[in-house]
């Protein structure tokens, strides 16, 4: 169980970057919003397998809350990105 949930945070969790990465060389605003919105739906994946590490109590307490905490950061920081583009889209 622990390898399928780490394989799933790992996946979901590095393809939040890729996905940042890969916005900041989008071709048009749309390419631009479209690969934020990828990100945020990694990002709410990856909060998700944290949330069952969690709940099974793998891994360090203070280490589980810290993850858990830059995870609602990382989700929050890009649906504002998302927000504010769509509305400044002409």
Request: aromatic share 8%.
């Amino acid at each position: 169980m622990t390898d399928t949930l780490g394989t799933q945070l790992l996946r979901s969790g590095t393809s939040l970057g890729a996905n940042y990465r890969e916005a900041n060389r989008a071709q048009s605003r749309s390419d631009f919003i479209h690969k934020i919105a990828l990100g945020e739906k990694e990002a709410a994946e990856t909060q998700y397998w944290l949330e069952l590490f969690d709940d099974v109590k793998i891994g360090g307490s203070e280490d589980r809350q810290w993850l858990l905490q830059e995870s609602s950061a990382l989700l929050a920081i890009f649906t504002s990105i998302g927000k504010t583009s769509k509305s400044r889209r002409p």
